[in-house]
């Protein structure tokens, strides 16, 4: 059983609350409306004066057992609960309105109530993990389709822990690997073909300065 339930704000304009109030007293309405958070799944509580008492207003001194039975019989004249018995004959109360005030509420995920007939037990049965999990398991493939690389998938076989060299490109020839112990060949695009000389350095400087140098 959940520590906790949903109340309406329409309890305050309850006219069935109201009345019993009027009939009973302020420590009936009390007693109604601390019942609620110990409703179980099926929306009932055991039906015994002593246990309710003890159960719902154990630090009121003012109230006793039998205060507890007239107010259960006063509610269940106005339908407000239901004397209900369960498979094992456990007898209980019920509020028929439960599940309209616990919409969105988990209560599959409850233990079992005594009162609650097998139909609604197998209706709230939570799916094993077996049969959860039935479906198709997502590879690492599925994962790659399913993200922006939807349809592509690396090619590239796994040698010594890294990807393997690309291919080079059509028409173009692999440069052979060196030789161990070789020193590394000069790179081409560090060389250059063209010596340094006074024109080139004339050349690269920027127009105005150019034109001083001319003047010059």
Not at 121 to 138: C, Q, W, Y
Not at 157 to 166: H, K, N
């Amino acid at each position: 059983m959940p520590d906790r339930r949903m109340i309406h704000r329409k309890i305050t304009v309850s006219t069935d609350l109201a009345e019993l109030i009027e009939a009973e007293g302020a420590y009936a309405g009390l007693f109604w409306t601390w019942l609620i958070p110990f409703y179980d799944r099926y929306g009932c509580v055991v039906d015994d004066p002593r246990a309710l008492r003890a159960l719902v207003c154990p630090s009121l001194d003012e109230v006793s057992a039998k205060d507890v039975k007239r107010w259960v019989d006063w509610c269940v004249k106005r339908k407000m609960l239901v004397r209900i018995t369960g498979p094992d004959g456990d007898r209980g109360l019920r509020n028929p309105h439960f599940e309209d005030h616990q919409r969105g509420a988990h209560l599959e995920r409850e233990s079992q109530s005594p009162y609650e007939p097998p139909s609604v037990t197998k209706m709230l049965a939570r799916p094993s993990r077996k049969g959860a999990n039935s479906g198709k398991v997502r590879t690492t493939p599925d994962l790659v389709r399913s993200g922006p690389e939807k349809g592509r998938e690396r090619k590239e076989p796994l040698t010594g822990g890294s990807l393997s060299p690309p291919s080079p490109p059509p028409g173009k020839r692999a440069s052979p690997a060196p030789a161990p112990g070789a020193p590394a060949p000069p790179r081409s695009d560090l060389t250059d073909p063209e010596p340094v000389t006074q024109d080139r350095i004339t050349r690269a400087l920027p127009a105005h300065a150019r034109a001083k140098r001319g003047a010059a």
